[in-house]
Structure formats: C-alpha cells, structure tokens
C-alpha cells in the first residue's frame, strides 16, 4: 500500500505544478519478474517517476512509452519480453526471464483512480483493483474498483470479486464484451499492517523508522510525554501517552495489527499485556528473553488473567528472527521480518533453498 499512498502524493504534487501524467500498471507476468501484477509507476511528463515497475531494467523505456501515453491520451499495453538475454532491444543482462505486460494510462486531474488508491492506502479494510486490457485492440478498461465496471459486466463479476476477497489472492479472467474479449486483472489489496510500538525509547525510533518505510502504519505508545511526542517521533502515524488501561480504548485492532512492548517497564508492560489477553490480534512482540516472558504469564494468570493456547501462540517472546541483531537497528529488521512472515503466513526460510517460485502464480 506504501507505494500507492506514494503515488497519490506524486499526483497531487504534478496537479500543483500543472503537469500531465500516465501510470503504468504490470498487469501480468510469464514466467519471472522482479514485480507482480500490480506494481505501479506514476510518471509526470517532465520525466519524473513514482513506484517501480520492474527492478530497474524496464524504467528507461517505460518512460518513453509514458510520455507517449500522455501525448496521444490513449491507453496503450506494451508486452516485454526478457527471455531472450541475447535480445539487443530489450533483454540483454535483464536476467526476469518472463514476458510482463504493462498498461499505460493518461492520467487527468481529478480522475477517479487516484482517489480510489486514496481511499485503500488508508482503509483497514481489504479492497479490490481492476485493470481491464486488450492484448490486440486498444479498447482498455483501464484501472478500476468494483463499482465502475459496466453495471451489464458487473453482476457476472460478483461471484469473482467475492471469491477474490474471501480467499485473499489476485485473479485474472476473460470476459467478453461488445468490443471484444477483455482481460481483468482483479488485484486483491490488503491493508498495511498496523504496529503498534509500546515504548518510546530511544530503541524504539529505528523500529518506527524502519516500519515506516516499509509502508507500515505506525503507533507509538508510552506513558511519557517527555519521550512519546513529535518531536522524537515526528512521522508516526499516532502517538499516545497515557497508562495502559486508558490507551487501550484508543487503539485499533484487527488480523493486520501487531503490537511490541517494548518499554523497560515492566509494570507497564504487564498492564499493557493484560490488556490484550482479548484483542484477538496476531501478533503480540515481548522485548526481553524468555524468562520475562514467563514472568509476565505468570504475574497475569496470579490476577486471574489466562491466555489460551491460541491465544499464547500470538504471543512472540522474545521478539524478532534469530538473524544476529545486536544493535536497536539490527533488532528492528529483526523483528519487522518476523513480523511481516507472520501476517503474512510465511515460513522464513533462505529463498535458495526453495523449490517453488519465490511469488505464486496469478
């Protein structure tokens, strides 16, 4: 999502300075690629860019297909090929080894796809993307939300756009229409994940930091107001002092939220840990070794608070992958990976020793 909330900012800053643009889409890919359907690049016509399309190597002549875009107004796909490394167009030392396709859009001011990626860059709720391409006409339906498509299209489509949403994983599909077949690429959207850092010590910035620029939504929260303020955190997206019992009520939880305690105080943290015995969250981080951890558990259940099994195996202590981390840098990347595999539902594990592709196939 951080690359969509990238690109509604890049447009509101070309609207300023009055300059046209397109945005590019990878809408499919054969084979591998460095980025997935879905990928964006905003581009302005003074040769500016926001997002990625590829990992570099497609940029330079995306640009000019870009510029074109915006000359004529017209929609236009254009299919890479990078199988062929000995091609001297376009494949040499790309090293993809797949065939990516790419819709271009002019974009206008006040154009309802930048104020739909808005809307999802920000909503706690899962949301769907349409971009609709025809292989050899020009008759694109371009990018899309559900509620755009042609209401003689649209019933067809709910059952998909259901099963999109209910087993969270992009799809395409083919459908006709008057002016011919229309390819869907119907991307599933998921929120950004939530953290929530208990704790503003100076340990705790390059965790927010480096969530941050990952594209996460970060909350800062501690008891002190002479740490948990703008100016240590200036760009996290919430901070909130106060004791535990009153916080709580002003957090936001769901199946993409994590929280870490993290600040030195052990009686807050067992206040706060107490706290989310319900919140039903998927991940709960303890800083500190095992022994705190146990100490925790222990201290509650003698206030009569008992986690259950399912509830414990949310609980993460201590915090973070087993990578070497001993700086509060290493040990934010630490605990961000090990955050993000398990939102995501991963395994870590060495991408060498993988026998499936790195991305599933769409």
Request: charged share 20%; glycine share 8%; proline share 4%.
């Amino acid at each position: 999502m951080k690359e969509l909330g990238d690109i509604v900012h890049a447009y509101a800053k070309a609207i300023q300075l009055g300059l046209k643009m397109a945005l590019a889409t990878v809408v499919n890919v054969e084979g591998s690629s460095y980025r997935r359907p879905g990928a964006r690049m905003l581009v302005t016509e003074d040769g500016q860019f926001t997002g990625a399309i590829s990992g570099g190597c497609l940029e330079g002549d995306a640009l000019r297909k870009a510029a074109l875009a915006i000359t004529q107004g017209k929609k236009k796909l254009v299919i890479y090929d990078t199988t062929d490394e000995d091609d001297a167009k376009l494949g040499v030392q790309l090293g993809c080894n797949g065939i990516v396709k790419i819709l271009f859009e002019p974009i206008e001011a006040n154009n309802s796809i930048i104020e739909s990626f808005k809307q999802i860059s920000t909503s706690r709720e899962p949301s769907l993307l349409i971009t609709g391409y025809q292989n050899n006409q020009q008759n694109h339906w371009g990018t899309l939300v559900p509620n755009e498509i042609p209401v003689k299209y649209k019933v067809a489509l709910e059952s998909v756009f259901d099963s999109v949403l209910q087993l969270k994983k992009s799809e395409h599909i083919v459908i006709e229409t008057d002016a011919g077949s229309q390819e869907l690429f119907i991307e599933y959207a998921a929120p950004p994940i939530s953290l929530i850092i208990v704790g503003a010590g100076n340990d705790t910035m390059p965790l927010e930091s480096m969530a941050r620029l990952i594209g996460w939504s970060t909350n800062v929260v501690d008891g002190r107001p002479t740490h948990a303020n703008t100016v240590r955190f200036g760009q996290a997206n919430k901070i909130i002092v106060g004791k535990p019992e009153t916080v709580i009520d002003q957090l936001t939880f769901d199946n993409r939220t994590a929280i870490v305690l993290m600040t030195h105080n052990y009686n807050y943290d067992l206040a706060m840990l107490g706290c989310l015995v319900n919140a039903g969250i998927p991940y709960i981080g303890l800083l500190g070794p095992a022994a705190k951890r146990d100490r925790l558990l222990n201290d509650l259940a003698e206030k009569g608070v008992h986690f259950d099994d399912a509830q414990l195996s949310n609980i993460y202590g201590p915090t973070g992958l087993d990578i070497g981390a001993e700086t509060a840098a290493e040990i934010a990347l630490s605990v961000c990976s090990e955050i993000m595999a398990v939102i995501e539902g991963k395994q870590p594990q060495h991408l060498k020793l993988k026998n499936t592709p790195i991305h599933a196939s769409l």
